[in-house]
């Protein structure tokens, strides 16, 4: 074997990922070549698939290229090296060609041992930590100078999720394009099954923007986090703004709630509700005074249910419960993604992506807007794990709880 030829290995559900097929195609289109020397087909529904490649380049510095795309894939050279560390030079600065995550499961073979990446997202640097044996994803700005980042792709491995047969539920179901053509009905169900399971097991976050009041769906929402299908909450000022000033006014944007008409002075709305959470010093003492009696805000306050509220430049106020620091925020956000087992994300992009960013690609993820482009958006920011559902939130959320109560009655 020459300096322009590696071979590389893979296992899993290859076949039903499509992991084996994008290899072959990322090698051929960055105009490389292969010969497969080895491949089984697992049996049954439960058993992996082996394939062995070799991989040509067209020299040393080309097959390097192919091999560091196909290490995306799960793609590992059969003679693997250890990982390469280097010191950070300085505080918030990695050494000069650090490794950059992915968001799937990563190792690195670190003193004859694969070490799983801990708090792995995408757009990161590794630091190993040899004393202790571990490894951990760090952003960029929390890099400490002197220790140990992974520089290169040379003894890393990636595991991308898979996709075996047999599979049930929401995620089995859904595997076409982003599509408004889905059908509808089975589809909330299997969402609302999808949230009942997750409600007892694993933890949920929602991310939502101010569309989810302005649509009507407030109380709808508010329902969900009394019930605990809520665990945390992502926001932005907007929301808790519309919330606090549907709770005062009964408007949104000074649209009346019920009628669906404009309020005369109701422009004004948002920013006296504003005020009123700003002259008593918070959600919560709002909601410990009696100002603030339902709504979103209320329930998660009332339930014990954490938020993040990541300011925007276009914010007005804002109420004193929002992160203005958006590197605050992020880092609030990243803590409690921590164990996140499912994420529902409803009418914002920005909030969207900015979550999904933050995410491990196997955290089950459903997103719902009325545009289109915004699934898109989010999947090709890297959330590839991401369910798309073009609707009206205003539409989907009545829905989803109507299913919700249908469920929890099924089951009782």
């Not at 329930?299 to 605050?328: H, Q």
């Not at 529902?344 to 690609?361: C, D, E, K, R, V």
């Not at 205003?394 to 249908?406: D, I, Q, R, S």
Request: hydrophobic share 40%; with cysteine.
């Amino acid at each position: 074997m020459t300096d322009r030829e590696e071979v590389v290995e893979l296992r899993g559900h290859i076949i039903d990922s499509l992991i084996f097929s994008r290899v072959l195609d990322t090698i051929m289109e960055m105009g490389g070549d292969f010969e497969i020397l080895e491949f089984k087909v697992g049996k049954r529904k439960t058993d992996p698939s082996f394939a062995k490649i070799l991989v040509k380049g067209k020299d040393p510095e080309h097959l390097r290229e192919i091999i560091s795309e196909l290490r995306k894939y799960g793609a590992v050279p059969v003679h693997t090296q250890e990982v390469r560390l280097e010191p950070a030079p300085a505080d918030g600065v990695c050494p000069r060609g650090f490794y950059t995550t992915t968001n799937h499961r990563t190792f690195v073979l670190f003193d004859g041992e694969w070490i799983e990446v801990e708090d792995i997202e995408m757009d990161c640097a590794i630091v190993v930590y040899p004393e202790e044996r571990r490894a951990v994803a760090k952003p960029i700005r929390e890099v400490r100078e002197g220790e140990l980042v992974v520089v290169g792709d040379r003894g890393v491995r990636v595991k991308p999720p898979e996709r075996p047969r047999g599979r049930t539920g929401i995620f089995g179901f859904m595997e076409s394009e982003v599509s408004p053509e889905k059908p509808t009905p089975t589809l909330i169900r299997r969402i609302a099954e999808e949230l009942e399971w997750h409600r007892k097991n694993g933890k949920i976050v929602v991310v939502v923007g101010p569309a989810v009041i302005h649509a009507g769906a407030r109380d709808d929402l508010a329902w969900m986090i009394r019930e605990g299908y809520v665990d945390v909450l992502f926001a932005g000022n907007a929301v808790a703004t519309h919330d606090v000033e549907a709770s005062l006014f009964g408007t949104s944007l000074g649209v009346d709630l019920e009628t669906g008409e404009p309020v005369k002075g109701g422009h004004s709305h948002h920013l006296y509700a504003i005020n009123e959470i700003r002259r008593v010093g918070g959600l919560r003492e709002a909601v410990e005074k009696g100002i603030l009696k339902d709504g979103i805000m209320y329930e998660c306050i009332v339930n014990d249910v954490p938020y993040v509220l990541a300011g925007s430049i276009r914010d007005d106020g804002p109420i004193p419960d929002v992160i203005t620091d958006v590197m605050e925020a992020q880092a609030e956000m990243r803590r409690h993604l921590k164990g996140t087992t499912l994420v529902l994300m409803m009418a914002t992009m920005l909030h969207s992506i900015a979550t999904g960013n933050l995410l491990p690609s196997w955290v089950k993820t459903i997103c719902v807007d009325i545009n289109p482009a915004v699934v898109t958006k989010l999947m090709d920011r890297g959330t590839a794990q991401a369910l798309g559902i073009v609707s009206d939130v205003g539409v989907f959320l009545p829905e989803l709880v109507k299913e919700l109560k249908k469920v929890r009655d099924d089951e009782a």
